[in-house]
């Protein structure tokens, strides 16, 4: 668009800047991590989000701590589990005690706000979702953190705001 090369030129005299792209708002790396975490806070049977979600910083597992997941099951039956029922599964069976840990706490969590979205206002629950997960404070060690630091409470609210009409169009 047309504001990038103004964006440019701000930036080269070191004066920040902030602009949204054509791509917008939402396809920002930490809005898609946050919609996806709202997202299975909704329905944890969402197996795209959940994988998003556990592998960004909310989650902190590695790939192939989700492969260990995926392979509890034998294959035919495979598809039949979600990632969120491996996740029970291995709090059950599993073998590895830190990934057992791992998992514990980020069920832990995910249980919290399935909880609290009952309770509280979407706003409310957004917060505490940045606050409890820390990754208000990742986002600002992420490309531009300062920029992101800087715009985060704007870009909350402009969120919720989005996020709010969407669901109320649905």
Known sequence: GRMEPMAEFLEKNGIPVSCENKTGYFHTREITIILNYLSVVD????DIPMASVM?????????????KLRILVREPMR?????YDLMCLYLQEGA???LRAKI????????????????????????DIYQRTG???????MP????????????RERMLFGITMFFACV
């Open 104 to 127: 514990q706490h980020f069920y832990k969590d995910l249980q919290y706000f399935r909880e609290q979205k009952k309770e509280q206002p979407l706003g409310v629950l957004l917060w």
């Open 55 to 67: 592998l960004s910083s909310i989650g902190g597992f590695t790939e192939e701590e989700l492969t």
């Open 96 to 98: 590895e005690e830190e």
């Open 144 to 155: 531009d953190g300062a920029k992101r630091k800087g715009a985060q409470a704007r870009k």
């Open 43 to 46: 329905n944890v049977y969402q």
């Open 135 to 141: 990754f208000y404070y990742d986002v600002q060690l």
């Open 79 to 83: 598809e039949q589990y979600t990632l």
